[in-house]
């Protein structure tokens, strides 16, 4: 399979959470995808674990304060990018770039004052693209001249 390349930024879908042409910062120094969440909450109703989510903040124009339960997620410590360890929630997603989908994991967290709500880390870019930091939404470009 050739190899697409992406730049260091784009916009992508992710379908499964009703988000379209999302900011997204390319990150071979990261392991794994994580996405902005104004709002995330494990409660337990009617004795199952529940993870409620509002994905993005108002500050982002793709924002709708929609609050999407999870019911299969998981837990994991990961190391931040400034060194900490964090515990952090974890979901499967796909995501739709240059119109093709692929399923991942995100972990949830707070990336308000960071500049791309989705970051996208290795494990979904391992095998599939190469990275080509001269170039800015090569994927979304795409997408608009189709």
Request: hydrophobic share 35%; aromatic share 10%; with cysteine.
């Amino acid at each position: 399979m050739e190899k697409l390349i992406i730049g260091r930024k784009d916009k992508l879908d992710l379908p499964d959470f009703g988000l379209e042409n999302v900011s997204v910062k390319i990150d071979s120094g990261a392991y794994s995808c994580s996405i902005h969440c104004e709002f995330i909450k494990e409660v337990e109703e009617n004795n199952q674990k529940i993870l409620k989510v509002v994905f993005l903040d108002e500050s982002l124009p793709k924002y709708s304060g929609d609050i999407i339960e999870f019911k299969n997620y998981t837990k994991k410590n990961v190391k931040s990018s400034i060194g900490e360890k964090q515990e952090r929630f974890f979901i499967k997603g796909k995501i739709v770039i240059f119109g093709r989908e692929f399923l991942t994991d995100f972990s949830l967290t707070n990336r308000s004052g960071l500049k791309n709500p989705i970051l996208l880390g290795r494990k979904v870019l391992n095998k599939t693209f190469l990275i080509n930091t001269a170039l800015v939404n090569a994927s979304y470009k795409s997408k608009q001249t189709h």
